[in-house]
C-alpha cells in the first residue's frame, strides 16, 4: 500500500469531492468508515479498515482523524466544502507562522492571508512547520503573524486537532517576513 497516495485520496474525497465516490458527509464533515470503505471499494482500490488506520496513524500531517468511538472518520482540516468542525476558540500563540513561495508574496502582502477555497486560513506554531508547507511548492518563504495583536483586536482562532491554527483571514497588517526572508 502506497500510504502517500492513499492519503492523497482519502484528502480529495474527505476535504474536497465526497461525492465523487458517491458519499455524503454530514455537517461536521464526518462519515462512517464502513461506507467510506465500501465507498472507495467501488470506485477503485479498495482499502481494508487496518490500512485505513495505518494511514490514520502514520499521516505525518495527521490529516484524519476517527471519532471517539471509531465508527466515524473525517478530515481534521483543510475542508473546501463548509464544514462546522465543532473546535472551540482559544488563545492563539503569541506568534504563528505561514508557510508560502515567493510568487504569492505581493498579493499576500496587499490583501493578506484569505482562505480562499479552503474553509480556513491554516498557521504552524513553528517556523519548521511553516518552511516545509512552503516548500510543497517551490522555495519557501516564511511568514510572521502577530497572533497576539490579531486576538486582541477580536480575531477568533482555534486549533484544530492536528495542531493547525485556523483563522478566517490575517489582514496585511498583521504579517512580517520571519528572518528576514
Known amino acids: 500500500m502506497d500510504v502517500v497516495r492513499v492519503s492523497k485520496r482519502l484528502s480529495y474525497v474527505l476535504r474536497h469531492q465526497p461525492a465523487s465516490i458517491g458519499l455524503t458527509l454530514d455537517d461536521a464533515g ?38 471517539e468511538t ?11 466544502r463548509p464544514v462546522e468542525l465543532g473546535y472551540q476558540p482559544q488563545t492563539p500563540p503569541d506568534e504563528l507562522f505561514h508557510g508560502t513561495v515567493e510568487r504569492f508574496v505581493p498579493s ?7 482562505a480562499g477555497r479552503r474553509h480556513a486560513v ?23 503573524v502577530d ?20 483563522v478566517d483571514a490575517v489582514p496585511p497588517e498583521y504579517l512580517t517576513f520571519h528572518d528576514g526572508e
Open 30 to 67: 464526518w462519515v462512517d468508515v464502513e461506507t467510506l470503505l465500501s465507498a472507495l471499494a467501488a470506485h477503485g482500490p479498495g482499502l481494508s479498515r487496518a490500512e485505513l488506520e495505518h494511514v490514520v496513524a502514520t499521516n505525518d500531517k495527521r490529516r484524519f482523524a476517527f471519532d
Open 70 to 80: 471509531g465508527a466515524r472518520i473525517r478530515a481534521t482540516q483543510g475542508h473546501s
Open 108 to 114: 499576500i502582502l496587499a490583501d493578506g492571508l484569505r
Open 122 to 144: 491554516h498557521l504552524s506554531s513553528d517556523v519548521a512547520t511553516a518552511r516545509a508547507v512552503g516548500g510543497r511548492r517551490g522555495s519557501p518563504v516564511v511568514l510572521r
Open 147 to 166: 497572533a497576539a495583536a490579531m486576538a486582541a483586536q477580536g480575531f477568533s482562532f482555534t486549533c484544530a486537532t492536528n495542531g493547525v491554527w485556523l
